[in-house]
């Protein structure tokens, strides 16, 4: 049979809930604005196209410190609106930033996601990193305390095969939220132990989410086994 395609949201598996946040300008659901405003390029953005090896200088924060004094190569980005630290990094170092920032105590991965930020321009992949192990052991022991988190953005070509190693491996978390990614964006990780589709249909041409895609005007559902 056949149905019409409706037009594809951005969605977000927010582990926060178990809830699945709809970055949509109509929904008022605080979390879901907070999935949604994750979704921004920093007001200084890299200037090249196919690397995210030429990141516009920002004022580091104690995270991108951190991780200069450890050796690690990342560049500062402007926080979001909230202020919290974005840091930029290449796709073929990113699982190695991520196990030393959990090392660091950022233990948590709480959203992973990814935008288009125009035809013809980058795609990007996020990951919210939050240190949920000391803020709870704050919490027992009634210290106040704020909670660290950080933003790690890869910023890649949308031309050929965009991919960048999965980090299943340190956040299981990462399962179901980059096939997401895989589905949305035609973004590949690399070590990903099931990289299938996982909202449209093993069949789908496309990638829905892409800025420049053309949405059919029917699909044809078939037995895609």
Known sequence: FFFTQTTAYEISACLVGSEMCIRDSRCS?????????????????PTDDASSSSLAASQPGPVSAWLT????????????????????????????????LKSHGFDYLQCHGGYDEGPGQRLVCFYHLLAMRDQVKAMVAGEESSLREVRLKVFLSREGTPTLPSIYGLFRGAD???????????????????????????DWKGWPLRKDYIQPDFYEMQDAY
Do not use: Y
């Open 29 to 45: 659901h605080p979390r879901c604005r907070r999935c949604r405003l994750m979704s921004e390029t920093p007001t200084t953005p």
């Open 69 to 100: 004094q450890q050796g690690f190569e990342h560049a500062p980005l402007d926080p979001d609106h909230s202020g919290v630290e974005q840091i930029g990094v290449d796709a073929a170092i990113l699982p190695i930033i991520a196990a030393a």
């Open 176 to 202: 179901w939220q980059e096939r997401e990614t895989f589905d949305m964006f035609g973004i590949h990780f690399e070590g990903h132990p099931h990289p299938k589709r996982l909202l449209m249909p093993e």
